[in-house]
């Protein structure tokens, strides 16, 4: 047991110098690392090949960690629409793609246009299709108020997102929530808002949740957890006691 413990270690230093040594994150390389060496149309292999990938190089990916997080929230929320900010190269779109039901659509905005192309593609390799996602390559200001008509599509409800995900840059955390209930793009019925913070919680979500704390009637924190918090927004008159 000594010798898999000291084996274990001496691979996560390893794994740390490598990530070090290699410095910036590269979307080229990613996508190329997953492109090539994934079986393709299997989502699975998509994510343990950027989970690989992310051992032994810097990434932006969210990870297993933050991913089992994030996988027990979908599977809690059973969302049919979703809006994630910040796609980089898709690897928590086709986290949460895996986990919606057949008719749930996933809406990602990304906005450097190169980076939007690469997750697409990893998108479509992990075997999803254009019916059941789609791309926006704008800032999330930009994307925001033209949103509702992505959602029009499914006619018959006129309900916004019940599951978002922010992951693009902390300080547009509060901005962009403020605009998507301006822009009424949270279902009334109720609307889980995921915030990732890799490190440190940033400074940053400090006013987010003052914004909260203040609308205590349709905002309450689910939960807090190292790296993510799940606020859960909920319009006055179609509330139900949790
Ligand atoms: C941390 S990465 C997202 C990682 C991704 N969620 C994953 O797990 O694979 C952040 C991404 O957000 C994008 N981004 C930054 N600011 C943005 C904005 N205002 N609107 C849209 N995308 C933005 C960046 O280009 C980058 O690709």
């Not at 929320?77 to 779109?93: A, I, K």
């Not at 086709?94 to 990304?110: D, S």
Request: glycine share 6%; with cysteine.
């Amino acid at each position: 047991r000594y010798r898999v413990k000291v084996a274990a270690l001496c691979h996560r230093a390893l794994a740390w110098a490598l990530r070090t040594l290699r410095g910036r994150v590269c979307v080229r390389s990613t996508h190329a690392f997953v492109f090539s060496k994934c079986t393709h149309g299997k989502v699975d292999s998509v994510l343990e090949t950027f989970d690989l990938y992310a051992d032994t190089h810097p990434s932006f990916s969210i990870g297993p960690q933050i991913g089992e997080a994030l996988d027990e929230v979908v599977r809690r929320v059973r969302p049919s629409r979703v809006l994630e900010l910040g796609m980089h190269c898709g690897y928590s779109s086709v986290r949460l793609l895996r986990l919606l039901p057949p008719a749930g659509r996933l809406i990602t905005v990304e906005l450097d246009p190169l980076i939007a192309d690469l997750g697409e593609e990893i998108i479509l390799v992990a075997g999803f299709k254009h019916s059941q996602f789609q791309v926006l390559t704008s800032s999330s200001a930009e994307a925001i108020p033209t949103l509702r008509s992505f959602l029009e599509p499914d006619r018959g409800t006129s309900e916004g997102f019940n599951l978002v995900l922010m992951d693009h840059d902390p300080s547009l955390y509060l901005p962009d929530l403020l605009a998507l209930e301006r822009e009424e793009l949270l279902s009334p019925s109720g609307c889980s808002v995921l915030l990732i913070y890799r490190n440190q919680r940033p400074e940053d979500l400090t006013e987010i949740l003052g914004h909260i704390r203040a609308k205590p009637d349709c905002y309450c924190i689910t939960s807090e957890l190292q790296f993510m918090m799940e606020i859960f927004y909920q319009k006055e008159s179609t509330r139900v006691d949790r």
